[in-house]
T-cell receptor, first 112, second 116 residues
Framework: GESVGLHLPTLSVQEGDNSIINCAYS??????FIWYKQESGKGPQFIID?????DKRQGQRVTVLLNKTVKHLSLQIAATQPGDSAVYFC???????????FGTGTRLLVSP | NAGVTQTPKFQVLKTGQSMTLQCAQD?????MYWYRQDPGMGLRLIYY???????DKGEVPNGYNVSRLNKREFSLRLESAAPSQTSVYFC???????????????FGPGTRLTVL
């Protein structure tokens, strides 16, 4: 079956460091991927997305990398700030059903 | 724009009681979704509505019903609440127009439901 999962449940970094959050997916037919950030007590917030015809996309302080060969997705956050502390989810679109499949999430803890 | 709004924010029910969770979006999106989020389980799709007038089951539909009242509103009903339905419920919407980025789902703030 298809699944989206994360390698690390918790990632602790120092303020100013770069953070890398990883995600593996198993459905090679997925063609669209999204990273969400969820702060405590709030709903998931869109961060950045990438389509399967790309291998890199950059936003403000964030970069998403897609490696289709090994079915791996990563989110890089530059100069991590305390406000980046949250749970980060990757999600893939289930081709043909337009339904997102979410991973269980990685908690990012940023200490001053 | 308020985006996606949900009511209520918190609710406590007794086993067997019924209630309806309300969701509305002001982004003129075609598709709307209901998820539940449990610790360690991530987000699981309950029901979705690809367009006004249609609804379909997601991964965990048992014990729930939905109504797509109009393009803006999508409600989730628990007819006879059970403790297993204690969870945080999120509504989401997406444009789903075929445009690049149209698949992105935008989420509401959630409803925290406890069933005793």
């Amino acid at each position: 079956g298809e699944s989206v999962g994360l390698h690390l449940p918790t990632l602790s970094v120092q303020e100013g460091d770069n953070s890398i959050i990883n995600c593996a997916y198993s459905n090679s037919a997925s063609d669209y991927f999204i990273w969400y950030k969820q702060e405590s007590g709030k709903g998931p917030q869109f961060i950045i997305d990438i389509r399967s015809n790309m291998d890199k996309r950059q936003g403000q302080r964030v970069t998403v990398l897609l490696n289709k060969t090994v079915k791996h997705l990563s989110l890089q956050i530059a100069a991590t700030q305390p406000g980046d502390s949250a749970v980060y989810f990757c999600a893939e679109i289930n081709t043909g059903f337009q339904k997102l499949v979410f991973g269980t999430g990685t908690r990012l803890l940023v200490s001053p | 724009n308020a985006g996606v709004t949900q009511t209520p924010k918190f609710q406590v029910l007794k086993t067997g009681q019924s209630m309806t969770l309300q969701c509305a979006q002001d982004m003129n999106h075609n598709s709307m979704y209901w998820y539940r989020q449990d610790p360690g389980m991530g987000l699981r799709l309950i029901y979705y509505s690809a367009s006004e007038g249609t609804t379909d089951k997601g991964e965990v539909p048992n014990g729930y019903n939905v109504s797509r009242l109009n393009k803006r509103e999508f409600s989730l009903r628990l007819e006879s609440a059970a403790p297993s339905q204690t969870s945080v419920y999120f509504c989401a919407s997406s444009e789903l127009s075929g445009r690049v980025g149209g698949d992105t789902q935008y989420f509401g703030p959630g409803t925290r439901l406890t069933v005793l």
